[in-house]
């Protein structure tokens, strides 16, 4: 019943700090997606992934990177971490095509940049 | 402007009343809308999708405007348990993979 999960839950870096967030799914789902929520903002679109080996630009990908080597995997990676970078991070997965819309989320991480 | 937009709210209302938020949407060739729900920041969970002929799930009630592009979702008889930010979402066949989310609409339902 795992899902999708995301590591770590928590971080705090310090500014020009890199990091790496996994997110993985088990549900053998081509589409993968990070969002990023900040308040008043609702979820906005870094980076996808419509299949292994493949990214894509979202809203607000400037200062973040993606990889998805493996189906079942997607990383977000902060090379030179900012304040501005403080935001709870979501992942997130679904079946391919325009119709299968249900998104399954990750728990979200917690990411504070001082 | 942003892609897909929502009313940021918040809606107060009194519980047992009826309640309806927009969505509206700039991408024309915009094809599959649906409406999620977030409690406290946690992750959103699918509220439901929004049919071309509108779509309804006990007190809640999906349409959508393909002319005035926008969704629409009301709920009646609005309980305590509402209370949380709803948000919309967008696919376009011409975009891909690529799903837009609106800011969402917060809702408290008060006793």
């Known amino acids: 019943n795992a899902g999708v999960t995301q590591t770590p839950k928590f971080r705090v870096l310090k500014t020009g700090q890199s990091m790496t967030l996994l997110c993985a799914q088990d549900?053998?789902?081509?589409?993968m997606y990070w969002y990023r929520q900040d308040p008043g903002m609702g979820l906005r679109l870094i980076h996808y992934?419509?299949?292994?080996?493949?990214?894509a630009k979202g809203e607000v990908p400037d200062g973040y990177n993606v990889s998805r080597l493996k189906k079942q995997n997607f990383l977000l990676g902060l090379e030179s971490a900012a304040p501005s970078q403080t935001s709870v991070y979501f992942c997130?997965?679904?079946?391919?095509?325009?119709?299968?819309?249900?998104?399954?989320f990750g728990e979200g991480s917690r990411l504070t940049v001082l | 402007r942003k892609e897909v937009e929502q009313d940021p709210g918040p809606f107060n209302v009194p519980e047992g009343a009826t309640v309806a938020f927009n969505c509206t949407y700039s991408?024309?060739?915009?094809?599959?809308f649906f409406w999620y729900r977030q409690d406290c920041r946690k992750e959103p969970k699918l509220l439901m999708s929004?049919?071309?002929s509108g779509n309804e799930d006990g007190r809640f009630t999906a349409q959508l405007n393909r002319a005035s592009q926008y969704i629409s979702l009301l709920i009646r008889d609005s309980k305590l348990s509402d209370s949380a930010t709803y948000l919309c979402?967008?696919?376009?066949?011409?975009?891909?993979?690529?799903?837009?989310f609106g800011q969402g609409t917060e809702l408290s339902v008060k006793p």
């Open positions: 997130a997965s679904r079946l391919s095509g325009v119709g299968l819309g249900e998104l399954f």
């Open positions: 979402v967008v696919n376009s066949y011409n975009q891909g993979g690529k799903l837009i």
């Open positions: 991408n024309s060739a915009s094809q599959s």
């Open positions: 549900m053998n789902h081509e589409y």
């Open positions: 929004v049919y071309s």
């Open positions: 992934s419509v299949g292994e080996g493949t990214t």
